[in-house]
């Protein structure tokens, strides 16, 4: 082979394997396997929950935002005639925000929330006002300042920057109040990353608090419901949405009770009736790790050869 013919013949190497690893890397995180993105409920009867996922990878079991909405859609599926359905980042189909009960938020916040972008916020509050119900997982309640008050009237109260505070800290919830989102709800313990001080709509009207929680280093709190981390707002649209500013790692999925308040709260905000003893949630904890979406490939580098 000729020099020539060799250089040639390196640089196609080179630009092949250029092209997979910027194939491999736009593609991003997938689904766990036997989940499919965007699949319409076959049974149109069914109470379709929307679930989205940020595809952004942090590291395995902490802001595993695929993974969480993984074990959410097997929690909610659990209940008879509720249709899980999941998207990343955003829905692609048109057809999958359609006849939606509810939509479960869950990616990242503040300046990169996806609500910001586009005419997603439009619509969702459109949504909202004909009455689908709205979830808010973690980061999805910090909001850039000038977006609270819109916000808040779909969540009824948000994460603000400069004047809300976050920390991790374990904490164990032995007592909670009489509400649909709490039936069944046993004593749990939990590692999380909770985002705190939030403001409220005013008057806190409609807002229900479900889980309080101390920073334990003693950070003085500036009101009556700054250890407020959990919560369901009966909104002035008559929809519902349920907040929790925890769900930080996905160990906590090994709390049953955990467990049942945030699969609850999602069928709760869907209007579906929800037992005394609250919604099933079989789940076996040794297969929690199955869910872990895994680090993606790091793109090799080539070497090209030169010519000699």
Request: glycine share 10%; aromatic share 10%; charged share 25%.
């Given at each position: 082979m000729s020099r020539i013919s060799l250089f040639l013949a390196n640089c196609m190497v080179a630009l092949v394997a250029g092209f997979w690893a910027s194939e491999a890397a736009a593609q991003g995180p997938k689904l766990p396997a036997g989940y499919g993105l965007e699949e319409q409920p076959k049974d149109a009867k069914a109470a379709k929950i929307v679930f989205i996922a940020g595809s952004n990878y942090f590291k395995a079991g902490e802001h595993d935002y695929i993974a969480a909405v993984a074990v959410l859609a097997d929690l909610a599926k659990q209940t008879p005639n509720v249709a899980p359905v999941i998207a990343l980042d955003w829905p692609k189909d048109p057809k999958t925000l359609e006849g939606a009960r509810s939509v479960v938020f869950f990616f990242d916040g503040g300046d990169k929330h996806g609500l910001l972008k586009g005419d997603r916020l439009a619509t969702i509050k459109k949504l909202a006002e004909g009455g689908t119900g709205l979830v808010f997982f973690h980061q999805t309640v910090d909001v850039p300042k000038d977006f609270g008050e819109r916000f808040r009237e779909l969540a009824g109260g948000a994460y603000e920057k400069g004047f809300s505070q976050r920390a991790h800290w374990i904490d164990t919830f032995k007592i909670f109040p009489d509400h649909p989102i709490t039936r069944g709800v046993t004593q749990f313990k939990i590692d999380d990353g909770w985002l705190y001080q939030s403001r409220f709509v005013p008057g806190m009207k409609?807002?229900?608090?479900?889980?309080?929680?101390?920073?334990?280093?003693?950070?003085?709190?500036?009101?009556?419901?700054?250890?407020?981390?959990?919560?369901?707002?009966?909104?002035?649209?008559?929809?519902?949405?349920?907040?929790?500013?925890?769900?930080?790692?996905?160990?906590?999925?090994a709390e049953e009770g955990y467990c049942r308040l945030l699969n609850n709260g999602i069928l709760w905000t869907a209007k579906i009736d929800l037992p005394t003893a609250g919604a099933p949630v079989a789940l076996e904890s040794d297969r929690l790790s199955q869910y872990l979406t895994p680090a993606p490939a790091k793109a090799k580098k080539t070497p090209s050869k030169e010519m000699p």
């Amino acid at each position: 082979m000729s020099r020539i013919s060799l250089f040639l013949a390196n640089c196609m190497v080179a630009l092949v394997a250029g092209f997979w690893a910027s194939e491999a890397a736009a593609q991003g995180p997938k689904l766990p396997a036997g989940y499919g993105l965007e699949e319409q409920p076959k049974d149109a009867k069914a109470a379709k929950i929307v679930f989205i996922a940020g595809s952004n990878y942090f590291k395995a079991g902490e802001h595993d935002y695929i993974a969480a909405v993984a074990v959410l859609a097997d929690l909610a599926k659990q209940t008879p005639n509720v249709a899980p359905v999941i998207a990343l980042d955003w829905p692609k189909d048109p057809k999958t925000l359609e006849g939606a009960r509810s939509v479960v938020f869950f990616f990242d916040g503040g300046d990169k929330h996806g609500l910001l972008k586009g005419d997603r916020l439009a619509t969702i509050k459109k949504l909202a006002e004909g009455g689908t119900g709205l979830v808010f997982f973690h980061q999805t309640v910090d909001v850039p300042k000038d977006f609270g008050e819109r916000f808040r009237e779909l969540a009824g109260g948000a994460y603000e920057k400069g004047f809300s505070q976050r920390a991790h800290w374990i904490d164990t919830f032995k007592i909670f109040p009489d509400h649909p989102i709490t039936r069944g709800v046993t004593q749990f313990k939990i590692d999380d990353g909770w985002l705190y001080q939030s403001r409220f709509v005013p008057g806190m009207k409609g807002v229900t608090p479900l889980l309080r929680t101390t920073n334990p280093k003693g950070a003085k709190l500036k009101g009556e419901t700054d250890d407020v981390v959990a919560w369901a707002y009966d909104r002035a649209d008559g929809g519902r949405t349920f907040s929790f500013t925890g769900a930080h790692l996905h160990a906590s999925f090994a709390e049953e009770g955990y467990c049942r308040l945030l699969n609850n709260g999602i069928l709760w905000t869907a209007k579906i009736d929800l037992p005394t003893a609250g919604a099933p949630v079989a789940l076996e904890s040794d297969r929690l790790s199955q869910y872990l979406t895994p680090a993606p490939a790091k793109a090799k580098k080539t070497p090209s050869k030169e010519m000699p």
